[in-house]
């Protein structure tokens, strides 16, 4: 593999990564601002390892996007990064192509360029949103424009809870990290972290178990549908819900095990919070050629 | 495109055509028996169009089935198909490489090469029972072991009706002919075919119009869903049901309207009944070459 830079935009944290020959030989984390920073960042990084310009930078943030323009459009959760045409402003700045994808499509491309490496697989970001990417046959599923992978939008309870999407009942909705939180406002009364509802859970209180336990039949429920659909030989799993797997995982299995027929495997990154800056490094080799004018 | 023979083996009919440079040159089609008969109508076939052999033979037929191995596995309403090794027998008897795929899969290769051309799709059969094939990027999507597609075992009502597969609330369950007999028998108490159900619900009765409608705003759920998660440039129909789209549309189209984001469209197949019989001919130009030791 060649020079690259992986940038992983993230609602919280920025990371950025030096990779070459598939190694990745320095990185930099830090809260998310805007371009400058970022900017700034891939700077300091490329006088650490020495480059002059990097072959191609690779970039991961989270939806919406407009892809094929290179352009983050920006959410509530990423104030600094609304309408900025990234891959124009990096390709002037350092002189190299850029790529734009979604991230959990990038966190994908990780699994299979630096991870698992299985031909078909799902990752799917069970975290405060619920986010997916999609490769079939050891290719990403792109779809019309870039968006395809957007498990946490298939509505699975018509008559549920508004998503922030404007839809009812989305995945998103009833079983992410939001969708608990809400639930535990709505039921318990309180204010509560996702973490620490399913940390009450766990101890034992009714009202947050049956929270929890709605929320594991419900994406499981999810993972069946992305099972039969799309038979992967595997679903990978990350993001935040993930550090609670010895407790959800049983029972997200329980009902995926109910509505996916044969055996559905499932296992969790081994790529960390890091899934997604290997991705934006192997992006470049992804994207779609004829997509690509940059 | 070359000399090929495709062979559509359906639950009621089975289809058989010879293809030259991508058109259709001979068919025939007669009510579903066995491999005796399907092989002499290829042969029939053969000396109609003063072929020796052909190039490749194209099998499609209803699941389940093992698709590396060439078996058609069978099901109760395919009595004469029941572990019949069809590659096998087909290769031997015509001297050329044969390939097996699940019909609907066959189905979204018959409008990759002849129909709508869209290079993201999902073709959905809707008829006695509901299944589907994808193609991303110009590309069969397959899965593990060929089984992608099963958008008729998705559930959508955890505590639905019971599934022919065993599970309970499949989308097939509650939205396919089948289901729409069984809401019938057990709303009305009279057994109809689902068909004669639409009819009565066009006609204006209630019991029948209940039935259509929450028919059509499952099938709707299970087009937003597929829309959401691969992002297609458009879903085409075919199957029975579509024969009656001009009522039952609108009622769909509500329903997917409200549960997926963006501009979906859905299109009629334009293939009518040979979608499945264009897609088999086109199978051997499709088949993963990881696959084919034939």
Same mark, same amino acid.
Do not use: F, M, S, Y
């Given at each position: 593999m060649r020079r690259l830079i992986g940038v992983d935009i993230g609602g919280t944290r920025t990371r950025v990564g030096a990779f070459s020959a598939g190694e990745l030989l320095a990185r930099r984390e830090f809260p998310t601002q805007g371009m400058e920073q970022a900017n700034q960042a891939i700077r300091n990084l490329l006088s650490q390892v020495g480059?002059?310009?990097?072959?191609a930078i690779g970039v991961g943030a989270p939806s919406p996007m407009d892809m094929r323009a290179g352009?983050?459009? &920006?959410?509530p959760n990423l104030?600094?990064?609304?309408?900025?045409k990234v891959v124009e402003e990096l390709r002037e700045a350092f002189g190299c192509p850029v790529y734009l994808a979604n991230d959990a499509t990038c966190a994908a491309i990780g699994e299979l360029e630096f &991870?698992?490496?299985?031909?078909d697989f799902v990752y799917i970001t069970w975290s405060t949103g619920i986010g997916g990417g999609i490769v079939a046959g050891g290719r990403v599923v792109w779809g019309a424009t870039g968006q395809a992978g957007e498990i946490g939008h298939m509505v699975i309870r018509p008559d549920g809870p508004l998503c922030r999407c404007g839809k009812r009942g989305c995945l998103e909705a009833v079983a992410s990290g939001t969708g608990i939180a809400r639930a535990a406002e709505e039921r318990l009364g309180e204010r509560l972290p996702a973490k620490e509802v399913v940390a009450r859970a766990r101890a034992g209180d009714p009202g947050a178990r049956g929270i929890a336990e709605e929320a594991c039949r419900a994406f499981g429920q999810g993972l069946a549908i992305v099972w039969e659909l799309l038979e992967p030989e595997l679903v990978i799993l990350g993001g &935040?819900?993930?550090?609670?797997w010895d407790y959800l995982g049983p029972m997200v299995m329980e009902a995926l095990g109910r509505m996916a027929r044969g055996k559905p495997r499932v296992v969790l990154t081994?790529? &960390?919070?890091?899934v997604g800056l290997y991705g934006a490094a192997a992006l470049p080799d992804h994207f779609p050629k004829e997509w690509a004018s940059r």
């Open positions: 480059w002059e310009r990097p072959e352009i983050i459009l &920006g959410c104030p600094h990064w609304r309408n900025v &991870g698992h490496r299985a031909r &935040g819900l993930t550090q609670a081994k790529l &960390g919070d890091d």
